[in-house]
């Protein structure tokens, strides 16, 4: 997890609890299993019980208010930037529809980018003419400067 994930889920965490729960959470692992299983049932309980007082205290405007003004939260994080931050949390069905959301944002976004060096070179062509007395074609010239891949997408979005 990077810097911003972690300020996120702290962030989240300090509104969230207590330090009382925080050392009920420390003592955890030193007690034995039976105790451990009641603890964890404690501890859960102590959460939700601030949480609603949290949330009653603050009516208008809620306690995340703050954490909407953090400088790492961004007003519409895009798709890509949002899989990097939840990953970690999800099943793999849920990451495998992440990939190909991010693939499709990623392919879209070169489409524009291919589209926008096709204009600039279009319109080079257009103002010199040389090229094309020549006979050297701006576009072959863009293609040779990609990778498979590119290529591959290239002729697909030139074909349409």
Known sequence: MDQCENQSVIAFDTLYTTNHIQILKILLPLVDLPSQK???ILIKFLELQYA???VNRFPASGPCESARAHPCSDPAPD???LYEQI???CTPTER???EQLSNMKRGMEMYEEMTNMMKMFSQLDQKTGE????GTDPMELLKSMLSPEQQAM???FSAS
Do not use: G, V
């Open 87 to 89: 990953k970690n949390f």
């Open 79 to 81: 798709i890509i930037a």
């Open 52 to 54: 609603l007082a949290c």
């Open 131 to 134: 090229d094309a007395a020549a």
């Open 38 to 40: 009641k603890l964890i």
């Open 154 to 156: 290239f002729d697909l």
């Open 96 to 98: 495998a529809m992440f």
